[in-house]
C-alpha cells in the first residue's frame, strides 16, 4: 500500500495559481500511475490530472488543460500539480491518488475507481 500526503492548497484570487504536492511514500516503480482528483460537496470525485511515473505521460481533462501542468520527481516519489488561471469553479477538495499496473485503456488513467491508494485530501478555494 502506498502512503500519499498532500500539501498546498489554499485561498486564492481568480486568475491567481497555486502548486500542490504530493508525497509518496513506499516504492513506487514505472507501472504506478499518480494524480489528482477533486471533490465538491454532492458531486463525483472528478479526474483532474494523472501522470504515468515511467515516461512521464499525462492525461488532463479538456477542464483544465493547458491551465494545470502535473509533474513528477522521481528522486523524490512526488508529483506537483501546478495550477495556473484558476477559476471560481475549481474550488473543490483535492485528493492525491496512484495506482499500480500499466493498461492501454485511458479507464486505468482517468477513472477515479480505478486507483487504490488516496490521500487525506486537501482544499482549495478559489474566490470571484
Known amino acids: 500500500q502506498v502512503r500519499l500526503v498532500e500539501s498546498g492548497g489554499g485561498l486564492v484570487q481568480a486568475g491567481g495559481s497555486l502548486r500542490l504536492s504530493c508525497a509518496a511514500s513506499?516504492?513506487?516503480?514505472?507501472?504506478?500511475?499518480l494524480g489528482w482528483f477533486r471533490q465538491t460537496p454532492g458531486k463525483e470525485r472528478e479526474f483532474v490530472a494523472t501522470i504515468r511515473w515511467g515516461g512521464g505521460s499525462t492525461y488532463y481533462p479538456d477542464s483544465v488543460k493547458g491551465r494545470f501542468t502535473l509533474s513528477r520527481d522521481t528522486a523524490k516519489n512526488t508529483v506537483y500539480l501546478q495550477m495556473s488561471s484558476l477559476k471560481p469553479e475549481d474550488t473543490a477538495v483535492y485528493y492525491c491518488?496512484?495506482?499500480?499496473?500499466?493498461?492501454?485503456?485511458?479507464?486505468?488513467?482517468?477513472?477515479?475507481?480505478?486507483?487504490?491508494?488516496w490521500g487525506q485530501g486537501t482544499q482549495v478555494t478559489v474566490s470571484s
Open positions: 491518488a496512484a495506482r499500480e499496473g500499466a493498461y492501454s485503456s485511458t479507464y486505468y488513467y482517468t477513472d477515479p475507481k480505478a486507483f487504490g491508494s
Open positions: 513506499g516504492r513506487i516503480f514505472s507501472g504506478f500511475t
